[in-house]
């Protein structure tokens, strides 16, 4: 599929260009005991004798069945998101199977934020079992940060009803700092908050509401 997709745009095909087109899916589908072999003693598909080997640093107790469990759920979470479903809609787990019981839904957006943290939480212990040097360098830029703030009640209010968040900052007359900013969030840019020279954070347009 990757190499026809590439071959009708005319371009070379690479091996970078290949893996870049195939889908989370085909990794996936990777992980699934047809890669297996049975008996274990055998070095013609990729489980077990690659399992440490790709995921160096996976709990000592998990083995390819535990590791494709966890990837799974994962695309699951994925899906939802391609498909624009809500994403903070979860079920309880049905204790015998593991897998989520759809007739045990959860409440309240608290629970379902702390859910929607626990799976991205997952998705970093998942990266950082094949390399940890690739999350490290993710959580070196700060981007989970802008994730736990929208992923929590505030967030939620600050898209829906800003007017129920408690922290706040009053303008005044002398507040030169808060009505640069202000006005650079009308212009649709980006700003940046500094002390002692580091960045501590940068604001924009796409995560300010209510601005006069």
């Known amino acids: 599929m990757a190499i026809d997709e590439i071959a009708k745009t005319s371009k070379l095909i690479t091996p970078n260009r290949v893996i870049s087109g ?3 899916g085909f ?20 489980w077990p004798h690659l399992t440490r080997t790709v995921f160096p640093n996976a709990p000592a107790h998990y083995e390819r069945k535990e590791i494709c469990d966890q990837f ?12 624009h479903e809500a994403i903070w ?4 787990d049905d204790p015998k199977t593991g897998k989520p019981d759809y007739g045990n839904p959860v409440y309240g957006a608290q629970a379902s934020c702390s859910l929607l943290r ?12 094949m390399n940890p040097d690739r999350k490290v360098n993710f959580l070196s830029h700060s981007a989970n940060l802008r994730f736990y703030a929208l992923c929590s009640v505030d967030g939620l209010n600050s898209y829906i009803a800003p ?21 650079v969030l009308e212009k649709n840019e980006f700003i940046r908050i500094v002390k002692e020279g580091q960045t501590v954070l940068t604001i924009g347009a796409d995560n300010s509401f209510s601005v006069p």
């Open 27 to 46: 990794w996936t589908m990777l992980l699934t005991r047809y890669y297996e072999n049975p008996q274990g003693a055998h070095k013609t598909l990729l």
């Open 72 to 83: 799974y759920r994962i695309k699951e979470l994925r899906n939802r998101l391609s498909h």
């Open 163 to 183: 007017e129920k968040i408690k922290a706040q900052i009053k303008v005044s007359r002398g507040g030169k700092g808060i009505s640069r900013l202000i006005r």
């Open 118 to 129: 626990k799976h991205y939480d997952d998705i970093l212990d998942m990266i950082g079992w």
């Open 22 to 24: 195939l889908s989370f």
């Open 89 to 92: 809609k979860f079920h309880h």
